[in-house]
C-alpha cells in the first residue's frame, strides 16, 4: 500500500478494511474490488446492513449481549430459566452456546478475561452487573462457562469467590474429551481432566 | 449458520460479509462481532467510507477503471502517454501495475478473460472499446498485459488477432525467472520460457 491508487475513497476504504480481523491490506484490496465489481449485489445491501447495525445494534444494558432490542431478545424471552445465568466472555462465546441449542437460560457477558499485564483488571469487566443479578433472589445458579485457558479460567476462579457470599450455586462445563475427538490428537492437560472426571459406565 | 442468533439484522450482516472474497461464514461472524464491538473506531467509519464508495466510485467509461472521477484519473491525467494502452483482465492488476511505478501510460480493463466453459465469449468483455481507441490515431502500442495462464494468454491471442487490421503495434510482458525467484522453486514452464527468452551477456 506504498503508492495510492485511484483515489482517496478506494484507498480509505482499503485501510479500514484492512482493520478487520480475517483481512490484512492484500485481502482488503481483493475484497474492495470484488464489492465494486459486485454494486448492486453486494456492496449496497452489505453497506445498508452495516448502517442498520449502526442505528439498532447496541449492547443490551443487563447481560452484554449485542441486540436491536434494548433488553436485548434473550433478557426479553419469558421462556428462559430466570434461575440460571451463564456467564461468558465474549458475545461470540454466547452465540457458539445458542447456537448448541442446549441452553435455555439467561446469559452475561463479561466483555473479556482478567489479564493484569494488560491492565485488565475486575474494573474493566461487567463482574459488578453479574454480582447484582446474582443477589436478585431469582437465581439459583451462576455457571461460569469461560474459555478452557489459564485467563479464562483465573477469571473464573476470581468470579466464583465474588459470588461466594451471594450463596448461589458456582458451576463450570465439563472438561474432557471432545465429541469425535481422537485421543493421539489430545493434548495432555485434555487427557488428564478426561481422565480424572471419569464417569462409571 | 444453522440458528438464528441475535436479530436479522446481526445474522443479515454475517451472510452478507461471509460473501466477501478473503471471509467465510466462521470469519464474518468473527469481523461482525470485531466490528460492533469497536463501533466508533471501526464500524462507523467503514460504513462511512463504503456509503462513499457507493455514492462516489464508478466504472471509467472510456478504460474501465474504478474512480470518483469520471473519466478516472488516470485518463484524464495530461501527463500519460497517449501512444501506449496497457491492457489488463482486471482493476486489480491495474493497481498492481501502477503500485510497481514503471508505467506511464493509458490503461484498458477487459473486466476478464475469455472462458467459454463459462459462457465468457468475446462480447462479455470489453474488447469493442479497445478496438476504438487503437483506431483513434494517437495510440502507436498496444501492450496486453494478461495473466500468464492459459485463459489469459488465449485472450491475448484473441485480441491480438482483432487489433491486427488497426496497424499499432502489439507487445505483451517478458516471462522469464521473477526477480527474487529461486530456481529450484519455479514451474517447468516458467524455466521453459526464461531458457527460450534468454539474452546475451
Known sequence: MSKKIAGPEIERLVQLLARV??????????????????RN?????????????????AEC????NLDTVSPCSI??????????????EEVGDLWALERSNVINARYHVLGGHLSPLD????????IAGLLTRAASGD?????????????GQSTAHYVSDRLAPSGVSVS????????????????????????KARRKL
Open 75 to 88: 433478557c426479553q424471552d419469558p421462556r428462559r430459566d430466570d434461575g440460571l445465568i451463564v456467564v461468558v
Open 21 to 38: 480481523p480475517g483481512l490484512g491490506p492484500r485481502s482488503a484490496r481483493k475484497a474492495v474490488l470484488a464489492l465494486l465489481k459486485r
Open 41 to 57: 449485489e453486494l456492496l449496497i445491501p452489505l453497506t445498508e446492513a452495516m448502517q442498520q447495525a449502526v442505528d439498532k445494534i
Open 119 to 126: 491492565g485488565i483488571g475486575p474494573e474493566k469487566l461487567n
Open 61 to 64: 444494558p443487563q447481560c452484554g
Open 139 to 151: 437465581v439459583k445458579e451462576v455457571l461460569l462457562a469461560l474459555n478452557a485457558t489459564v485467563e
Open 172 to 195: 463450570r462445563l465439563a472438561q474432557g474429551v471432545p465429541i469425535g475427538g481422537e485421543l493421539d490428537y489430545l493434548d495432555e492437560g485434555t487427557l488428564a481432566a478426561a481422565f
